[in-house]
């Protein structure tokens, strides 16, 4: 790769005098210069390489600089770059076609928008007008974007500097075995547990001032806990039962990064409404939107949906999301992430975890893996605490620190780092990103009891 480290500099300097970034005390910071990225690797202006077990915000699930992906985006800015979205437009035509073709069950409207957490505030507004009922239920432990009602929805301490209190969420306990909310000592019991206490509330809530319930498929940032069978089966039943839009938000786990197309084809579950983002088009251009079922879509056959985007299904993203829909199936991508989580992930990880004494637990599915670090194997206790701030999380930034030294650039959250690279990832690649994750977790290891 081309590199020049003057180049870097200069980057790097406009970047500290004028970018304010996201959740980031400014003065705090040290964002690397990335000089460029391809396939699962990224490099600095210095040339040192990265492996990405981060997939960016996970989004980038074919990998960076897909040559058809990035010729497709540059045919469309030669043909038609922008255009208002009460028109038909080829490209949005084509990507709403392709998406309807892989979402579970009837839901075959897309309504776009520009990432995840507009489709979940969208998805809140269609849900309360289809029910006619203020609230809306979701998880602890849950991500679902930024934004007003998006924020209230989150169920971890991102929320709490912009929680108003007054936005209609109910937030309960989803199941989570190794940190069972319920005292569980089972995936049966746990899922049990977490469905009869989700009952209890819909019930003390009164079931008719429920408009939705909104859940990650698969909790993503906040921890990939993989639910028990049966749970959002039963999610689907008490939804059905009361009335309630039963949501999804697949902003994180669809499109491939689970194994399959959408983490709900693991249980077969079909939800109300599907929200996605990121790997639909693999955040090459800003792409989100919400999959809508026929009796949702009915209710706004003749009545006007009094919402909408100025960019809602941009020409650019639509045309990065057919191109990268039809790279993912052409190239069997969502095969190879399941086939990466079974033959070198998760045994990868399992291995480790046998010989670091900081590996509380390794969960996950093909591209989509979570470590849960620990002090004490047998307390459990969080190698950092809930939320750490400062010298608090300092065993995780040491951690941190280790495997980028090594070339590899981890995702990590609270006590837990994440194995999310592209699906596309291959075999050696893995391995080499494994070996490395090995020498960082001994450095975790001198901060366990
Ligand atoms: N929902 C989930 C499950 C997410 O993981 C995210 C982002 O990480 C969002 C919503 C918000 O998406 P965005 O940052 O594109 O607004």
């Not at 000089?35 to 077990?53: N, Q, V």
């Not at 949702?296 to 960019?311: H, K, N, Q, S, V």
Request: charged share 20%.
């Amino acid at each position: 790769p081309q590199t020049d480290p003057q180049v870097g500099a200069a980057v790097k300097a406009a970047d500290r005098a004028h970018v304010f970034h996201s959740w980031s005390a400014q003065e705090l910071i040290d964002p690397l210069a990335v000089a460029g990225a391809e396939g699962s690797y990224f490099w600095d202006y210095d040339g040192k390489r990265y492996l990405d077990f981060t997939s960016g915000l996970v989004f980038a699930n074919i990998g960076y600089q897909h040559p058809k992906v990035v010729a497709a985006i540059q045919e469309q800015a030669g043909k038609l770059a922008t255009f208002a979205p009460a028109f038909a437009v080829e490209a949005r035509s084509e990507a709403a076609r392709l998406i309807a073709r892989r979402t579970p069950g009837d839901l075959d409207k897309i309504f776009f928008t520009n990432g995840g957490a507009e489709a979940v505030e969208n998805a809140v507004r269609m849900a309360r007008l289809h029910t006619g009922r203020p609230k809306v239920l979701s998880a602890y432990r849950s991500y679902h974007g930024a934004t007003a009602a998006a924020i209230n929805l989150t169920g971890e301490p991102r929320r709490w500097p912009s929680d108003t209190g007054t936005a209609g969420v109910v937030r309960f306990w989803a199941p989570f075995l190794y940190r069972s909310p319920f005292h569980a000592e089972t995936e049966q019991q746990e899922c049990e547990r977490a469905l009869q206490h989700l009952a209890d509330t819909i019930a003390f809530e009164g079931p008719a001032t429920v408009a939705a319930i909104v859940l990650e498929t698969i909790p993503g940032t906040a921890g990939i806990m993989v639910p028990p069978p049966g749970y959002l089966e039963g999610v689907r039943a008490l939804c059905d039962e009361h009335g309630i839009v039963f949501v999804l938000d697949e902003v994180m786990a669809g499109f491939g990064r689970t194994g399959k197309w959408f983490a709900a084809d693991h249980s077969g579950v079909v939800p109300d409404l599907l929200t996605f983002a990121k790997g639909v088009n693999s955040g090459y251009v800003p792409l989100g939107g919400v999959a809508i079922s026929g009796a949702i879509a009915d209710t706004f056959a003749r009545r006007p949906y009094p919402g909408g985007l100025t960019y809602s299904g941009h020409p650019l993203a639509c045309a990065a999301a057919v191109a990268t829909l039809n790279v993912m199936e052409e190239e069997g991508i969502v095969e190879q992430a399941a086939r990466t989580g079974e033959d070198v992930l998760g045994p990868g990880l399992r291995e480790l975890a046998r010989r670091h004494p900081s590996v509380g637990e390794v969960r996950g599915t093909g591209v989509f893996w979570a470590l849960e670090l620990v002090r004490d194997t047998e307390t459990r206790e969080p190698l950092v605490p809930y939320n750490p701030v400062g010298e608090a999380n300092a065993p995780m930034a040491a951690f941190a620190a280790a495997a980028k030294e090594r070339g590899l650039w981890p995702f990590v959250n609270m006590n837990r780092t994440h194995v999310v690279p592209p699906c596309t990832i291959t075999e050696a690649e893995a391995k080499e990103g494994l070996a490395a994750l090995d020498e960082a977790l001994s450095v975790a290891d001198e901060h366990t009891v």
